[in-house]
Nanobody, 115 residues
Framework: EVQLVESGGGFVQAGGSLRLSCTAS???????IGWFRQAPGKGHVGIAY????????WYNDTVVGRFTISSDSAKTTVYLQMNNLKPEDTADYYC?????????WGQGTRVTVES
């Protein structure tokens, strides 16, 4: 069974940090796993992406220098370390796989950044 499960969301003050986790079944980071977010009333936006097969990471310009994507040695858990969070980072965060169609999505985890 292919499945993605996110965790780690919550409430944080502006300037704070959170680490999100995405645990994958049926995928590894060799398949390409991405993080997306959906702010209230908006569509899904790609935030970060990792492919261990291609030794590649990618970040949306809005999070460069603040967010870091990484994976564990088993390549089945993907982390999104989010530092210096801003109120505009408030959204539901999802992981999805595989690249490039991202046909499987997790249920999401909510991040709320209070000013």
């Amino acid at each position: 069974e292919v499945q993605l499960v996110e965790s780690g969301g919550g409430f944080v003050q502006a300037g704070g940090s959170l680490r999100l986790s995405c645990t994958a079944s049926g995928f590894t980071t060799d398949d390409g796993i991405g993080w997306f977010r959906q702010a209230p009333g908006k569509g899904h936006v790609g935030i970060a992406y990792i492919s261990t097969r291609d030794d590649l990471t990618w970040y949306n310009d809005t999070v460069v220098g603040r967010f870091t994507i990484s994976s564990d040695s088993a390549k089945t858990t993907v982390y999104l370390q989010m530092n210096n969070l801003k109120p505009e980072d408030t959204a539901d965060y999802y992981c999805a796989a595989p690249f490039p169609r991202f046909t499987t999505w997790g249920q999401g985890t909510r991040v709320t950044v209070e000013s």
